[in-house]
T-cell receptor
Framework: GIQVEQSPPDLILQEGANSTLRCNFS?????LQWFHQNPWGQLINLFY???GTKQNGRLSATTVATERYSLLYISSSQTTDSGVYFC???????????FGKGNQVVVIP | DTEVTQTPKHLVMGMTNKKSLKCEQH?????MYWYKQKAKKPPELMFV???????INESVPSRFSPECPNSSLLNLHLHALQPEDSALYLC??????????FGEGSRLTVL
């Protein structure tokens, strides 16, 4: 199956700082998502981004499908950005979404 | 607010109990999923229902029994669980392109 590698595994940020999270895939995917899991366990859908660039407020994501990686940018980080960020991917039509191990992000005031 | 609703949010059960987790979505999605997540790990797929039929069972022990009564509802029946089954159980649904939407989860503790 597809292997997903996320980096860095852990990140501590000062409030207001910017950061970039990276996700590498072992094979091509055409379903790619970024999630944020808050401290209460809820997995929030951030982006569905099999290719291209999308922005949502202070967050943006870019996927370079031909090179099998995706980036998540957090700008002007806030304490509410703390949590675990997961990327996940699959072939189109395959319901087995492969998850990375996550990026643990802590934003300190 | 999530459009996938899970109940209960928390459940404590003994190893001889029978309980059920419930999930509901009203987004018209035709695929529904159960995932299990242990602390500091990514979610692990358990079951997938597509058009109300079980399409994937990831070799889950029979003490977990899924049920899909209709296209909006998904249940997970629990019986004779072990303490190591304590985890966060996540329900999700997806549309045609496979984009997953998760519920808030049910945190299960088995004593």
């Amino acid at each position: 199956g597809i292997q997903v590698e996320q980096s860095p595994p852990d990140l501590i940020l000062q409030e207001g700082a910017n950061s970039t999270l990276r996700c590498n895939f072992s094979d091509s995917v055409n379903n790619l998502q970024w999630f944020h899991q808050n401290p209460w366990g809820q997995l929030i859908n951030l982006f569905y981004i099999p290719s291209g660039t999308k922005q949502n407020g202070r967050l943006s994501a870019t996927t370079v499908a031909t090179e099998r990686y995706s980036l998540l940018y957090i700008s002007s980080s806030q304490t509410t950005d703390s949590g675990v960020y997961f990327c996940a991917g699959a072939y189109y039509g395959n319901n087995r979404l492969a998850f990375g191990k996550g990026n643990q992000v802590v934003v300190i005031p | 607010d999530t459009e996938v609703t899970q109940t209960p949010k928390h459940l404590v059960m003994g190893m001889t109990n029978k309980k059920s987790l419930k999930c509901e979505q009203h987004m018209g999605h035709r695929a529904m999923y159960w995932y299990k997540q242990k602390a500091k790990k990514p979610p692990e797929l358990m079951f997938v229902y597509s058009y109300e039929k079980l399409s994937i069972n990831e070799s889950v022990p029979s003490r977990f029994s899924p049920e899909c009564p209709n296209s909006s509802l998904l249940n997970l029946h629990l019986h004779a669980l072990q303490p190591e089954d304590s985890a966060l159980y996540l329900c999700a649904s997806s549309q045609g392109n496979g984009e997953l939407f998760f519920g808030e989860g049910s945190r299960l503790t088995v004593l």
